[in-house]
């Protein structure tokens, strides 16, 4: 029997829903939580550990172009090609050591 292409089953519409809500309970949430000054909601009240600042400029700095481009680009011109964003952990690393003092500075 052939799958129907396009098909959601009750199960697939009850988790794509469930998904929507959460992050719309969430970002209602955060936006109560620093109702107080832009600042303390997107800086997060300057509360954040280092850990979940740099998960976040990871994720926002890696994204699927880099697993298959940079993968398809080593195959096809060598390891010098797909290696090449190992110089973006040098550059981040210059310029949080740059920026930093000023940023923390600043209040």
């Known amino acids: 029997m ?24 969430v970002g209602i949430w955060s936006s109560l939580r620093n109702r107080g000054s832009v600042g303390g909601y997107f800086l997060a009240g300057r509360s954040m550990h280092w850990i979940p600042v740099g998960a976040s400029l990871f994720a926002s700095n ?30 981040l690393g210059l310029l949080g050591w740059l920026f930093l003092p000023v940023y923390i500075a600043s209040g």
């Open 62 to 91: 890696i994204g699927s172009g880099h697993f298959i481009g940079l993968a398809g680009s080593g195959a096809s011109s060598g390891i010098a090609k797909a290696v090449f964003e190992y110089n973006a952990a040098f550059t």
């Open 2 to 25: 052939d799958p129907i292409v396009g098909y959601l089953d009750g199960a697939d519409i009850g988790v794509i829903v469930s998904y929507f809500v959460i992050i719309f309970a």
